[in-house]
Every structure is written in structure tokens, then in C-alpha cells.
């Protein structure tokens, strides 16, 4: 069945340049969150939505960093101004409804930040 | 607050038996575990919602102690498959719904 996609897998930017991440949760979920993983580590939690609605983004690092989810589907991680502190892994995960019941990842997308 | 795994690491012998520990300074509303093989995307384990609960799938199980806030993950008879990393992540009762991950534990089957 069709899982969390996200796109692209890979992105390499140069410092200084904006970044928009792609997230397709499985059809039907509710909860969408945005986790940033630095190698080696366990995923941070960055940001969370029911539905299109942005209920808690305590996690975004800077006010470069900006999500949305317009249609309550397809959500967009958007970095403005990349550092090269940015370089990490951005997984998207979704849930079924929004209590803490399991949630799917995506594969992720690796940015680097050159 | 990060919650603890221990060990960092481990080394087995296909069929041997490992505990994977976590542990959080807060008080816990869930435990969800998590098995992440490189360069993929976190693989749902199991999740633990009630204080003492236990849950099972083949050799793999895992327990909740709520009062200590400890959670541990069993792996029994262990196959090769099962090399990864895993991750225990927390949720409060505060913000059930984002997950607070460990620094993750290395398992290493070999045959």
C-alpha cells in the first residue's frame, strides 16, 4: 500500500538559498509532524498538524523555518536563507487522527548545505 | 527532556537475546518504539499507552513501567533482520501527539 512519500530525496543547497520540502502523508491521515534528524541522532520534533491546521511549531529552529499544509493533505517545509547548521535529514510522519497513536514515516529528504 | 536509551550499542550472535532500556525524567503518557535501518525511514515497532502494559509482535516485545517511567524493548532469538537502529520516542500527557525520540541504541546481528 502506499506509505509516506516525500520529495526530493536528496536536495544539496548553497548557503543562502531558500528550500521547500515535499510531504505526501498516507491518503486519510489526519496528524501531520515534521521531525529534523542530525546524523547520527534521534529525529527532533520540528512541527505538527491536524488537519491544515499548524497546531504546535514550538520545535522550528529560526523564523526561516516555515510549514504549511493548506488542504489538510500535502504539507511543504520551506527553509529560508539555508545554513549550514540546516544540513540534516526531514522526515515527515503521519497519524491516523490526532492522538498518540503510531505514526509512518516518510523516507526523508538528506539536505546539504554547501 | 530527551529521554535515555542504554546500551549506546550492541553486538549479538544470531538467536541471542538483547534489552534495550529508555528511560525519561518526565512523566510519560506513551513509549513508541521505532527500528531505523540507514538511509531509511523509521519503522513503527510498537506503541505502549498504559503504565505496566506490555505488547508483543513474534520476538519482540516490550513493557511500560509507568511509575519508573522506563520502558524496555526485549528482542528474543534475534535474526539478522533485526540489525538496526532503534529508537524509543515519548509522549506527555502535555502533547501526547509529538514525539520525543532517545539517541537511539545500534543492534548488530551477525551469524
Known amino acids: 500500500g502506499a506509505g509516506v512519500s516525500q520529495s526530493p530525496r536528496y536536495k544539496v543547497a548553497k548557503r543562502g538559498q531558500d528550500v521547500a520540502l515535499r510531504c505526501d502523508p498516507i491518503?486519510?491521515?489526519?496528524?501531520l509532524f515534521w521531525y529534523q534528524q542530525a546524523l547520527g541522532q534521534g529525529p527532533e520534533f520540528l512541527t505538527y498538524?491536524?488537519?491544515?491546521?499548524?497546531?504546535?511549531k514550538s520545535g522550528l529552529p529560526s523564523d526561516r523555518f516555515f510549514a504549511e499544509r493548506p488542504e489538510g493533505s500535502v504539507s511543504t517545509l520551506k527553509i529560508q536563507r539555508t545554513q549550514q547548521e540546516d544540513s540534516a535529514v526531514y522526515l515527515c510522519?503521519?497519524?491516523?487522527?490526532?492522538?498518540?497513536?503510531?505514526?509512518?514515516f516518510g523516507p526523508g529528504t538528506r539536505l546539504t548545505v554547501t | 527532556q530527551q529521554p535515555v536509551q542504554s546500551p549506546q550499542a550492541v553486538i549479538l550472535r544470531e538467536g541471542e537475546d538483547a534489552v534495550i532500556n529508555c528511560s525519561s525524567s518526565?512523566?510519560?503518557?506513551?513509549v513508541h518504539w521505532y527500528r531505523q535501518k540507514h538511509g531509511e525511514a523509521p519503522v513503527f515497532l510498537m506503541i505502549?499507552?498504559?503504565?505496566?502494559e506490555q505488547k508483543g509482535h513474534e520476538k519482540i516485545s516490550a513493557s511500560f513501567n509507568e511509575k519508573k517511567q522506563q520502558s524496555s524493548l526485549y528482542l528474543t532469538a534475534s535474526q539478522l533482520s533485526y540489525s538496526g537502529t532503534y529508537f524509543c520516542?515519548?509522549?506527555?500527557?502535555?502533547?501526547?501527539?509529538?514525539?520525543?525520540f532517545g539517541k537511539g541504541t545500534s543492534l548488530l546481528v551477525t551469524p
Open positions: 491518503s486519510g491521515h489526519v496528524s
Open positions: 505502549l499507552l498504559k503504565g505496566g
Open positions: 498538524f491536524q488537519n491544515e491546521a499548524q497546531l504546535d
Open positions: 520516542g515519548t509522549g506527555s500527557a502535555n502533547s501526547g501527539y509529538a514525539l520525543n
Open positions: 518526565k512523566a510519560l503518557y506513551s
Open positions: 510522519a503521519s497519524s491516523i487522527s490526532g492522538r498518540p497513536l503510531e505514526q509512518y
